[in-house]
């Protein structure tokens, strides 16, 4: 099983994990995304409850085990001001 850290980011009252655009579509769960998650260039910040849960099935059936290397702010993150989440393409 191939092993890949990701980056979860977390201020007091929500946690997105940060992944490659490319990581979800290799997965084939770019379409599955919520409007909850958000973007910002290549990147995709999932939102803790669902999405990030959907990344981690997604994942492991792809035989990768996924490791969340935890930052933590007590100030409203930054993220939540980058775009939402908006899938255009084929899944």
């Not at 980058?82 to 899944?91: I, V």
């Amino acid at each position: 099983m191939r092993s890949l850290t990701i980056p979860y980011y977390q201020d007091p009252g929500h946690g997105w994990a940060r992944v490659s655009i490319g990581l979800l579509h290799g997965l084939k769960i770019a379409g599955d995304i919520s409007a909850y998650s958000y973007r910002r260039g290549n990147y995709a910040y999932l939102e803790e409850d669902c999405d990030l849960s959907r990344l981690m099935q997604a994942a492991q059936a792809a035989g990768i085990n996924l490791k969340l290397r935890q930052f933590h702010t007590n100030k409203m993150s930054k993220i939540r001001s980058y775009d939402q989440f908006y899938f255009y393409g084929d899944k």
